[in-house]
């Protein structure tokens, strides 16, 4: 997969070379570029902002750096992928974009190539967006509801959670199945030995061998867990059926 971002922070990208990630770039199985907004500037203070038309507080991001920064992602990405006519899928970061979720990470694996746009002060010039949407899809796509200060911290997280699932990432395919929000409940809690600590004991179902009663009793957790602190995933279209009973005798 190819992954191109562009932000005014590079630095703020610098965590995708680390652990999985940066061992998936290493293998090529994730091609990430990170493009400063600043190098599509043509002034000698390298301006990226300015106020907003109609008045109002902070600072809006000019549209012709950011066009002159997608057409060189666009460039770029076609001879990385070595198909000319290629264009990325762009996932715009904002507050007031579509919530990402495990089921869009899954979607986003499967393209060949993503960009990301990372707006910092009030936003980008709406014509930026509107532009590349002429051209390419594009998405807003948001972390959630509160307010980050730009997009970089949303690519990490994105980037993160999208590539995990790429072929060859995670080692074991299997860790990916039983996750929180693969099935839309969340995990059951995990222990590990000793089995008795500060006057804790793990849970005794865990040390009977009782493979069944081990996977209602989680199952039982997933449920109660989900109630407690996401009872909005247990609407009734999510709900997923419990493990089978073992067989009598
Ligand atoms: Cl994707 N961007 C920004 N700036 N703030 C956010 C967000 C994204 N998601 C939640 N808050």
């Given at each position: 997969m190819r992954v191109d971002v562009v932000s005014i922070f590079p630095a703020y990208l610098e965590p995708l070379q680390l652990s999985l990630i940066g061992k998936a770039r290493e293998q090529a199985l994730l091609d990430l570029a990170v493009h400063d907004?600043?190098?599509?500037?043509?002034d000698r203070h390298r301006t990226v902002d300015d106020t907003p038309y109609g008045g109002g507080p902070g600072m809006v991001m000019r549209p012709e750096p950011w066009g002159a920064a997608l057409d060189h992602v666009e460039a770029a990405g076609r001879t990385a992928l070595d198909r000319p006519d290629a264009s990325p899928y762009l996932l715009v970061p904002s507050p007031s974009g579509t919530p990402f979720t495990q089921a869009m990470a899954h979607q986003l694996a499967d393209e060949p190539w993503l960009a990301f746009a990372c707006g910092r002060y009030e936003g980008i010039d709406e014509r930026v967006v509107e532009d590349a949407a002429s051209r390419w899809r594009v998405t807003p796509i948001s972390l959630g509801d509160y307010v980050l200060n730009g997009g970089e911290v949303a690519v990490l997280a994105i980037v993160e959670a999208v590539a995990r699932l790429l072929p060859g990432v995670v080692g074991n395919a299997e860790s990916l199945v039983e996750e929180s929000h693969e099935d839309g409940l969340l995990e059951y809690p995990v222990y590990t030995k000793p089995a008795s600590w500060r006057g804790r004991d793990v849970p005794d179902v865990l040390l009977s061998g009782h493979h069944g009663a081990i996977a209602r009793w989680r199952h039982e957790q997933r449920l109660a867990r989900t109630a407690s602190r996401r009872p909005d995933l247990l609407d009734p279209s999510a709900r997923i059926s419990p493990p089978p009973n073992p067989d009598p005798g």
């Open positions: 907004l600043r190098d599509f500037t043509h």
